[in-house]
């Protein structure tokens, strides 16, 4: 854009000197006009004074010496004469010309100024917009993730306070009937057998019960829901239920290894040793995931009053 204003602005000094030029030969031709006049008033002042002074003395007029100022006086005022008012034309149509040109020339680099202005402009129109509403888009992103948090916080709320309901109310009861059972089962099968007041076929018996209903509590402990528990929380309560398991499994394998020996008529002092190894082995097992299981409910019970 201002490399074609440059070349407009240069144009237009080309023409203002070509028409200062002009001016100076215009002005000249008027001069030689005027000369050409005053020649010939000339000529005819020296024609006279030459014509009246000769005559007196009886010569000829000697107007035939001036001839050539006569004539180069006219040539010289005629084709000034012809000339001059061509050129005046010339240059005056040229000069409005010029100022034409100059005028549009003008024009031109105003409009070009004020395009670039208004392209500028709606730039910038166009940038503040595109920023407003990147703002207002970032905004709404904030309120929307300020709004997602609000009802995350809600729903977690409430998810607290049904999972401490849920420990409450039916966990709660779940574990202590649980432990309960699990005592209950040892107190009814095992003591009784391991005081050896009964006959290998009551102990057999007993033996073969204690197997049967800890298979039974060990499935019916891993059917608790805890479905309302997440994270932390469920893995408390998985560990519960795990631990509480393995502790029934190690006494099914105890009440297994109990029955081979029960099943025989006699037992031999080596075996008895074993016997008694292997029992403590499979009780101190049991107790240490039942102790397990305990933590875990401690810890979760910890963990649910601290929502509060």
Sequence with gaps: MHYIIGIFLLVIIVLLVIAAALWLL???????????????????????VSFVKNRKAGKESGVSHYLY?????????????????????????????????KVDAVVAS??????????AKKKEEEEAAKKKEEEARNKAKEEEAQKKAEEDKLIEMERRKEAKVLFDEEFKGFVEASNYQYERIWDDFWVPTANGNL????????????????????????????????????????????????????????????KKIFDKESIKPSEIDRFRRKVQELVAKSNDYY???QRAVIELEELLESYE
């Design 26 to 48: 215009n002005l000249l031709l008027v001069l030689l006009k005027w000369i050409s006049l005053i020649g010939i008033f000339v000529f005819i002042v020296m024609a006279i």
């Design 199 to 258: 006959s290998n076929y009551e102990a057999y018996e007993n033996m073969k019960d204690l197997e049967a209903v800890s298979r039974y509590h060990r499935s019916e402990t891993l059917k608790f829901p805890n479905d309302v528990f997440i994270e932390e929380e469920r893995e408390l309560v998985i560990g519960y239920i795990n631990n509480l398991s393995h502790a029934y499994h190690q006494r099914e394998d105890l009440a297994k290894y109990a």
């Design 69 to 101: 100022l006569l004539i180069a006086s006219i040539v010289i005022f005629g084709v000034s004469d012809y000339s001059q008012p061509k050129l005046h034309s010339y240059l005056t149509s040229a000069g409005e010309e010029v100022n034409e040109e």
């Design 291 to 293: 102790i397990e299981a």
């Design 110 to 119: 105003n409009q070009i100024v004020d395009t670039e202005k208004e392209e």
